[in-house]
């Protein structure tokens, strides 16, 4: 007797559709898995023979092979207990097999009742593309599954009941699919008027979020570094919903969607400690995850105290920075997993943290502080657009209850400014925001005026930048020119890009 029913298991972020082959035959009662199953795979055994029993069914007393095709790619996790358990019941019961093309995906407990499990939103993504339509899951995946659109969802408590939905044959009533969804609505719990003077630097912020900018602060202790930081994404655009999605479906493999919130609608805001490993940063791992780049996926990535992290984890960061996504190399086989975020560090200019205050005397010598700044490399420097000096506030700034603009307000005008590229490179593939330009287009769209080229020019030769930051300050002066909705870059815009280099400059001397 043979069955077969359709599973899928997650290869990084693809779904790789499985089936999942029983044959029930005579000889000494047996329940081998093969088709390279790990551990987790192989321990259904004993949950799929529990789970039929103490639904009410006979497990049948046979020599029972099950096979994870394709063979060669390797099955991990729980998703293969609940197809195991329908083909082997379909095999042994004789019922009509009328699962082509519908996917069954769950974990059983004991006594026959349905797991969530992880990755289901990147599951039934990656299948629908295969033209897998119908979905059965457990309930608790429901939510999250009702976000793709065009997919039916077949919720089911128990084993039983799935059995049922299948003997039914799908009947509607039991089916779920993607339509009126939970709006759920973006706050915050702090925001841009909380923030006293530091003007530049908020500044700075604003073409950060308008152009999709990396940006790195320089500035003594305590001078608001981090508040800044921890602000900016009040200011970010909203997400579209392709953006929610993808988002949602890093989170989902991840493991770390919430409850009953399934769509990951705010921007993330990842802030890990700098004693971080390079693996914990960019993914990876015996079973590949995503890192903390790729949960900061459309959002920010946010690095404090930036020498302190390890040069290899800081240089492991130079390939999502440049493309947008990373690459990992196993022997089972190579992952790649989205990371398109902005980086915002920060760092003081010095050991001691007050080169330069007007407060305070820094007790550095020279050898110590260009040891400390040379633990962030030139490569890794030429990535971030924006260098950006936190000077220490005057008493005036800290008592002043002056108004300081909301992030709302903030917020308005970087919308603005996104809506005209989104409608700029609508044509271009992949290309979203001026930070994402490549050389051909940067001198398609970042068109300069005469006077604007003279003064660059001067710049250029007096400044000594690098080719990579020479292309950098045209995408900041053209994210400049679209805040100020000017079709052409200008000298004032090209002025203030420069201002931005920093640490372009030497600045120790």
């Given at each position: 007797?043979?069955a077969?029913?359709?599973?899928?298991?997650?290869?990084?972020?693809?779904?790789?559709?499985?089936?999942?082959?029983?044959?029930?035959?005579k000889?000494?009662?047996?329940?081998?898995?093969?088709?390279?199953?790990?551990?987790?795979?192989?321990?259904?055994?004993?949950?799929?023979?529990s789970?039929?029993?103490?639904?009410?069914?006979?497990?049948?007393?046979?020599k029972i092979?099950?096979?994870?095709?394709?063979?060669?790619?390797?099955?991990?996790?729980?998703?293969?207990?609940?197809?195991?358990?329908?083909a082997?019941?379909?095999?042994?019961?004789?019922?009509?097999?009328?699962?082509?093309r519908?996917?069954?995906?769950?974990e059983?407990?004991l006594?026959?009742?349905?797991?969530?499990v992880?990755?289901?939103?990147?599951?039934?993504?990656?299948?629908?593309?295969?033209?897998?339509?119908k979905?059965?899951?457990?309930?608790?995946?429901?939510?999250?599954a009702?976000?793709?659109?065009?997919?039916?969802?077949?919720?089911?408590?128990n084993l039983s009941q799935?059995i049922?939905?299948?003997?039914?044959?799908?009947?509607?009533?039991?089916?779920?699919s993607?339509?009126?969804?939970?709006?759920?609505?973006?706050?915050?719990?702090v925001?841009?008027?909380?923030?006293?003077?530091?003007l530049?630097?908020?500044?700075a912020?604003?073409?950060a979020?308008?152009?999709?900018?990396?940006?790195?602060?320089?500035?003594?202790?305590?001078?608001?570094k981090?508040?800044?930081?921890r602000?900016?994404?009040?200011?970010?655009?909203?997400?579209?919903?392709?953006?929610?999605l993808?988002?949602?479906?890093?989170?989902?493999?991840?493991?770390l969607l919430?409850?009953?919130?399934?769509?990951?609608?705010?921007?993330?805001?990842?802030?890990?400690?700098?004693?971080?490993?390079?693996?914990a940063?960019?993914?990876g791992g015996?079973?590949?995850?995503?890192?903390?780049?790729?949960?900061?996926?459309n959002g920010v990535?946010?690095?404090?105290?930036?020498?302190?992290?390890?040069?290899?984890?800081?240089?492991?960061?130079?390939?999502?920075?440049?493309?947008?996504?990373v690459?990992?190399?196993?022997?089972?086989?190579?992952?790649?997993?989205?990371?398109?975020?902005?980086?915002i560090?920060?760092m003081n200019?010095c050991?001691?943290?007050?080169r330069?205050?007007r407060k305070?005397i820094?007790r550095?010598n020279?050898?110590?502080?260009?040891?400390?700044q040379?633990?962030?490399?030139?490569?890794?420097?030429?990535?971030?657009?924006?260098?950006?000096?936190?000077?220490?506030?005057?008493?005036?700034?800290?008592?002043?209850?002056?108004f300081?603009?909301?992030?709302?307000?903030?917020?308005?005008?970087?919308?603005?400014?996104?809506?005209?590229?989104?409608?700029?490179?609508?044509?271009?593939e992949?290309?979203?925001t001026?930070?994402?330009?490549?050389d051909?287009?940067?001198?398609?769209?970042?068109?300069?005026?005469?006077k604007?080229?003279?003064?660059?020019?001067?710049?250029?030769?007096?400044?000594?930048?690098?080719?990579?930051?020479?292309k950098?300050?045209?995408?900041?002066?053209?994210?400049?020119?679209?805040?100020?909705?000017?079709?052409?870059?200008?000298?004032?815009?090209?002025?203030?890009?420069?201002?931005?280099?920093?640490?372009?400059?030497?600045?120790?001397l």
């Amino acid at each position: 007797m043979y069955a077969v029913t359709y599973s899928a298991v997650l290869s990084g972020m693809e779904a790789i559709d499985v089936q999942v082959e029983v044959n029930l035959s005579k000889g000494i009662p047996s329940f081998n898995i093969v088709g390279l199953p790990d551990s987790a795979v192989k321990e259904s055994r004993d949950r799929v023979q529990s789970a039929i029993f103490n639904s009410g069914y006979e497990f049948p007393v046979k020599k029972i092979t099950i096979n994870l095709a394709p063979a060669d790619i390797k099955k991990e996790g729980s998703y293969f207990d609940l197809p195991i358990a329908v083909a082997i019941l379909i095999a042994g019961m004789k019922l009509k097999n009328n699962l082509e093309r519908v996917a069954i995906i769950g974990e059983l407990a004991l006594d026959g009742s349905c797991r969530a499990v992880n990755g289901i939103l990147p599951m039934i993504v990656g299948l629908k593309k295969t033209n897998i339509a119908k979905f059965i899951l457990p309930s608790g995946n429901t939510e999250e599954a009702l976000l793709v659109k065009g997919a039916d969802i077949y919720p089911v408590d128990n084993l039983s009941q799935a059995i049922k939905v299948i003997m039914n044959e799908f009947k509607k009533e039991n089916k779920l699919s993607a339509g009126n969804k939970k709006k759920y609505t973006t706050s915050y719990s702090v925001d841009f008027s909380e923030v006293r003077g530091q003007l530049y630097a908020r500044r700075a912020l604003e073409i950060a979020s308008a152009g999709s900018h990396n940006l790195i602060f320089v500035g003594p202790p305590g001078v608001g570094k981090t508040m800044l930081a921890r602000r900016f994404k009040t200011i970010l655009p909203d997400m579209t919903e392709e953006e929610a999605l993808e988002t949602s479906m890093i989170y989902s493999a991840a493991g770390l969607l919430k409850k009953g919130k399934p769509l990951i609608n705010n921007r993330p805001f990842r802030a890990p400690h700098h004693s971080i490993s390079d693996i914990a940063i960019v993914g990876g791992g015996s079973k590949p995850k995503p890192g903390e780049v790729s949960l900061a996926h459309n959002g920010v990535l946010f690095l404090d105290e930036f020498p302190e992290f390890t040069r290899k984890t800081l240089e492991s960061l130079r390939q999502p920075l440049e493309e947008g996504f990373v690459s990992i190399s196993r022997v089972r086989g190579n992952y790649t997993f989205p990371a398109r975020f902005i980086l915002i560090a920060a760092m003081n200019p010095c050991p001691c943290g007050y080169r330069g205050d007007r407060k305070s005397i820094c007790r550095c010598n020279t050898g110590e502080i260009r040891r400390y700044q040379k633990k962030i490399s030139g490569p890794l420097l030429d990535r971030i657009d924006l260098h950006v000096e936190v000077p220490s506030l005057t008493f005036d700034e800290i008592v002043s209850s002056k108004f300081s603009e909301s992030s709302a307000e903030i917020r308005e005008r970087v919308q603005k400014a996104i809506s005209i590229q989104r409608l700029r490179y609508a044509e271009e593939e992949g290309i979203f925001t001026n930070a994402h330009l490549s050389d051909k287009l940067i001198k398609k769209y970042c068109e300069v005026d005469d006077k604007a080229l003279v003064f660059l020019k001067d710049a250029y030769d007096k400044l000594s930048y690098s080719v990579r930051s020479f292309k950098r300050i045209f995408k900041i002066a053209r994210t400049i020119a679209d805040l100020d909705s000017s079709f052409q870059i200008n000298t004032t815009h090209i002025a203030e890009a420069i201002s931005y280099r920093y640490l372009d400059r030497d600045f120790i001397l």
